[in-house]
């Protein structure tokens, strides 16, 4: 096996450090989070890192479940901590470490389960070294309660991608359209936040005017594909019931 040496300074690097060491030992595993916006948004990095003012403050990363020894052995060999007391109360969820820059890394199997659960079964060989991009948007979609950070990702994965129906470097609309129209309360909680960033939220910040109306009309074109998509009855028995029945769950914040 190479020897990936320590933990590099910048995320990027750091980021395909790992990546590259995960490869080696064949564990399927991909980015995902503001680092990996900025690997799928090449044209957009000045916009996120200057214009935004976008700060990246850890790592985040998927795989599946089948991996979690190996990947908890890969991140020791990388010189990480393992968190324990995170792993004793998390399923889902691994952190570790990085002492000597003050970083921290998090790996999330099979699922993002936070407000919305997001599965990743057979998503991950879709693309690399990221998830796909319909999962990068649909990882902030599900966010009941947007911060800043989360919108400035948004408008740059919007103003870099289109919507079509593959997910070859673009936003699968009609792959979002099939999994929020077999749960409302993640349509819900979708649909509000798009039109939230379409109508109010975009014009926060000093992006340019043609950005802007690219990414409303992008807006636009993703509801229309959620909205046209045919419905479950699970679906319609829950819209029925609508907000006045919570329909996503509190996620406690790690003190990082």
């Known amino acids: 096996m190479t020897n990936y040496g320590m933990p590099k300074t910048t995320f990027l690097e750091e980021a395909m450090r790992i990546l590259d060491a995960a490869k080696e030992r064949r564990i399927t595993i991909r980015l995902m989070g503001a680092t990996a916006m900025r690997v799928h948004c090449p044209s957009s990095v000045r916009l996120h890192e200057c214009v935004l003012k976008r700060s990246l403050s850890d790592l985040d990363f998927m795989t599946y479940?089948?991996?979690?020894?190996?990947?908890?052995?890969l991140f020791e060999e990388l010189h990480y901590v393992w968190d324990e007391v995170i792993a004793r109360v998390s399923e889902y969820r691994d952190i570790f470490h990085d002492t000597m820059n003050k970083r921290m890394v998090d790996v999330f199997y099979d699922k993002l389960h936070m407000c919305h659960t997001i599965e990743f079964k057979r998503r991950l060989e879709v693309d690399y070294p990221t998830i796909p991009v319909a999962d990068l948007l649909l990882e902030k979609l599900q966010i009941v309660k947007l911060n800043e950070k989360d919108i400035k990702d948004m408008i740059v994965l919007l103003r870099e991608h289109p919507i079509k129906e593959t997910d070859e470097d673009v936003v699968n609309g009609k792959y979002i359209a099939c999994l929020l129209a077999n749960d409302w309360g993640f349509y819900h909680t979708s649909t509000t936040n798009l039109k939230n960033l379409r109508d109010h939220l975009i014009s926060m910040y000093d992006i340019p005017q043609e950005d802007a109306e690219r990414i409303k009309v992008r807006i636009n074109e993703l509801l229309e594909d959620i909205e046209r998509e045919p419905k479950s009855l699970k679906w319609k028995m829950r819209a029925k019931?609508?907000?006045?029945?919570?329909?996503?769950?509190d996620v406690e914040e790690v003190i990082r």
């Not at 479940?65 to 052995?73: A, L, T």
């Open 65 to 73: 479940g089948r991996h979690v020894r190996e990947v908890r052995k």
């Open 241 to 249: 019931v609508g907000t006045k029945q919570k329909w996503y769950r």
